[in-house]
């Protein structure tokens, strides 16, 4: 099982990025699937998630209103578009795949099976 996190890069405030995450799972619809992300010195925190169909979405209050998550079950991918970004949102950006209900899933890093290498994101002031 491979996820393969890509879009990352530099980008100023106020800018946007679109990160994608393609997954090699067989049942790729049977996963619910997650963004999360780790600054430096800090540790790993929830982004945001989405149910098996795309039905149900959930963000963290930090980037709420700026971060949608959406995802293609037929491409096998889920992405994460990013638009306001600001210094705080500087991080590698991981994606993970839970084989459960989204809702037991969510912000509970240690519900999800499968995690993806990482794509950094750098956001200049």
């Known amino acids: 099982v491979q996820l393969q996190a890509s879009g990352g890069g530099l980008v100023q405030a106020g800018g946007s990025l679109r990160l994608s995450c393609a997954a090699s799972?067989?049942?790729?619809?049977?996963?619910?699937m997650g963004w999360f992300r780790q600054a430096p010195g800090k540790e790993r925190e929830f982004v945001a998630a989405?149910?098996?169909?795309?039905?149900?979405?959930y963000y963290a209050d930090s980037v709420k209103g700026r971060f949608t998550i959406s995802r293609d079950n037929a491409e096998n991918t889920v992405y994460l578009q990013m638009n306001s970004l600001n210094t705080e949102d500087t991080a590698v950006y991981y994606c993970?795949?839970?084989?459960?209900?989204?809702?037991?899933?969510?912000?509970?890093?240690?519900?999800?099976?499968?995690w993806g290498q990482g794509t950094k994101v750098t956001v200049s002031s």
């Open positions: 989405i149910s098996w169909k795309g039905s149900s979405t």
């Open positions: 799972l067989r049942t790729f619809s049977n996963y619910a």
């Open positions: 993970a795949a839970c084989h459960r209900d989204v809702r037991l899933c969510r912000w509970r890093l240690n519900e999800y099976d499968y």
